[in-house]
Every structure is written in C-alpha cells, then in structure tokens.
C-alpha cells in the first residue's frame, strides 16, 4: 500500500484518471436493473438512461483534470448535476461529482475562496432539487448533496491547512539547517582568526627578540665572546619561550581524544608585564613602564588582549626603532582599564606603526574583541601612539 500510495502521488493525472474511471464505474453500476413491466419503481434509484451514460461519461472524464483546472471542472460537474436533475428525476451517485470536485478546490484554494466556492455549489444544487424535482428545502433529496458538499468543503480545507503546516516546519526545518551551518561556519572562522592572532603575537614577539640578539652575538663574536655568549643564551630562552607558547596555541587544533595531552597553562595577563619588559629590555630596547589605580584580576579576555597588545606594541617598536625609548602605561578605573604605548621615534623609521605585517590589524582586532576602542597615530611629528580602553562591565561598555 505504501508503494501504491507514492507511486499514486508521483503520477497525479493518473490517479485523477482511475478516480474518474471509478466513479464512472459506479455510477454505471449502482442503480438496479429496470423493473418487469407492470411493476413500479419503488426504489430511490432510478435506471440511467443513454442520455444519462453519455452525461456522466462527460463529467467524469472532467475529474481526470481537477488538479489542473480545479475551477473549470467545479463548473463542468455542477452543470453535469443541474443538467441530470433537468432530464430526470430521483437520485443516483451522480450526486458525487459536485463533492470531489467541491473537495479538490477548497484543498488548493485560500479558505475564504474554497468555502465561497463550495457555498455557490451547494446553493445551485439545491435549487435545481426544488425547481425540477419539486422538493422542498428540509427534504433529503435537497440535504443530501448539501450535507455532502459542505463534508468535501472541510476535508479539502482541513488537507490544505495541513498541507501548509507541513510546508511551514518544512521550511523552518530548511531555515534552521542553513542557520545552523552558517553559525558553525561563523564559529570557524572566528576561531580561525583566534589562532591565527595567537600565533602572530606569539612569533613575531619571540622572532624579533631571537633576530635582535642573534645580531648582537654576530657582533660580539670575535671582540667579546663572554657578551656574545649572554645574547646566545637570551636567543636560546627566547626559542623556549616560543616553542611552549606555540605548541599550547596549536594544542587548539588537536582533535578531541588525541593521545598527547594539552597543555592547560593559563593564557598570559598583565602579571607577566614585568617578564615581558624584562625580555624586551634584554634585547637592548629601553624601556618603562608605570601603572596606575589599584591592580584587580580583570576578566581571562580583558586580561589577555591587554597583555597582547603591549606585547605587539613591543615588538613593533623593537623591530622597526631598536634605539627608540618606549613608554608603557596600564591605568585601572572603575570600569575599564587603559593601555597606553608609545615610543619616541628614534633609531628607525616610524617604530610602532612601521612594517607590512598585520601588527596594528591585530591589536584592533583584539580590542574590539573585548568591546573596547584602539587608536593609534603619530606624536609630535616624530614616534608613534597606541592607545587602547577595554571596558570590563557593561556600564564600561557603553
């Protein structure tokens, strides 16, 4: 039956012509022979006569289109009725057509046309029962095909409604999959970029520490080894550094149940600003720093974007104005705090702001992470400014 039923629905003008030719049969069927002569008739169901065959072979072949022309073939099987009701009299399942054709429009229709449509049917029919049978309005013969009229009326109605609501969870389903994929392709990418800006401040940090102290062993190689040995063993902490950060960053990209366990340490905060200017002023860079207001643990993404972006700062000013002078102010207030780098400019060529990389990208990136503000510009014609505030409540966010 399920195989019936499917293969039924992808061939709609073939079932139209099966029901068609079923109702035919039927209506051929059903009345009983003609009564012996001298007998009267006493039953409901009167003989078809040929004009009667040939009327209901019209009809019917009309309902082998209903689902095409549902209107059309609304018209062709009431005037099938009124015409039949005209030429004879009683009744027989003739009375049919009118109901299936009825039933197809109020499926396919809105439900104030579906029920417009199946009012002026029943009304038309019972008005030909009164005007060529002579009955009256409470009669059965005038009920019946009301009663069955408004019957398909609600049936096809009730199949519409719940053909629409099918459609409806159908597209939100559709709506729900696609937004599904598009926030998990959101989520990707942003996780993408995570990284990526990990590794970026990771490396370009470590890499201009271990390239400016690789120079300075070169230099002090021959003249003074003891001085070139001390760069060697900052190059050699700075490459340790950079390989534990590097592989607690790409330990994010392990597949969960991976038999190397992850590393768990903390990401880094404004508490290692003391490590971190150490290392910078190991590499030759003069540097200070000073904080303001009272120190509090900030939230874990406030804390590291800070750290970040002094960091990056740092390692501009390093790279691209070695003999520069850099200043670092962290100011605390109520609801936000405050990281302020600048550099004077000197010994290269625009420090802070200098390079081709994804430096000033980063550390903008990194504030409006948290929500915050970045500036950053030139100072009094020479040097270079980075200002960023990252709010750590809501009243700071606004």
Not at 188 to 207: G, K, P, S
Not at 355 to 366: A, S
Request: net charge neutral; hydrophobic share 45%.
């Amino acid at each position: 039956m399920t195989w019936l039923r499917r293969e039924l629905l992808s061939r709609p003008y073939a079932a139209d012509t099966i029901l068609a030719v079923c109702v035919y049969a039927m209506t051929l069927l059903a009345p009983g022979p003609p009564p012996p002569p001298g007998v009267e008739w006493h039953s409901p169901m009167r003989p078809l006569a040929a004009h009667d065959i040939a009327l209901a072979s019209v009809v019917c072949g009309a309902l082998a289109f209903r689902r095409r022309w549902p209107r059309s073939v609304l018209a062709v099987t009431v005037a099938g009725f009124v015409a039949y009701t005209a030429i004879g009299s009683g009744r027989s399942l003739l009375d049919l057509w009118p109901a299936v054709a009825v039933y197809t429009v109020a499926s396919r229709c809105p439900r104030r046309h579906a029920w417009a449509y199946g009012g002026l049917a029943a009304l038309v029919v019972a008005v030909a029962r009164i005007v060529f049978d002579g009955s009256g309005w409470l009669e059965p013969e005038v009920l019946a095909p009301i009663a069955s009229i408004g019957m398909a009326t609600a049936v096809g109605d009730s199949l519409r409604s719940r053909r629409a609501y099918v459609a409806a969870v159908e597209e939100r389903a559709r709506r729900a999959e696609a937004t599904r994929e598009k926030e998990a392709e959101r989520r990707v990418m942003e996780e993408r970029l995570h990284i990526a800006r990990e590794l970026h401040d990771v490396l370009a940090h470590h890499i201009a520490l271990i390239n400016v102290q690789a120079q300075v062993a070169s230099y002090l190689l021959a003249t003074e080894p003891e001085q070139a040995r001390t760069a060697l063993g900052h190059v050699r902490e700075a490459g340790k550094e950079a390989l534990d950060e590097l592989r607690t960053t790409v330990g994010l990209l392990r597949r969960p149940g991976s038999r190397d366990e992850l590393l768990t340490e903390p990401a880094p905060g404004l508490d290692r600003l003391p490590e971190l200017a150490d290392s910078f002023a190991a590499a030759g860079l003069k540097l200070g720093w000073m904080v303001y207001g009272d120190p509090r643990p900030l939230p874990a993404p406030v804390d590291l974007a800070a750290f970040r972006i002094v960091q990056e700062a740092l390692t501009n000013v390093s790279k691209h104005a070695p003999r520069a002078t850099a200043t670092v102010r962290i100011e605390y207030a109520a609801d936000g705090m405050i990281v302020d780098v600048t550099d004077d400019g000197r010994g290269g060529a625009g420090g802070i702001s200098s390079g081709t990389g994804h430096g000033l990208i980063g550390m903008r990136e990194r504030a409006l992470s948290v929500e915050g503000t970045f500036l950053a510009g030139p100072v009094d014609g020479a040097g270079f400014r980075v200002h960023a505030v990252l709010p750590t409540s809501r009243e700071g966010r606004r």
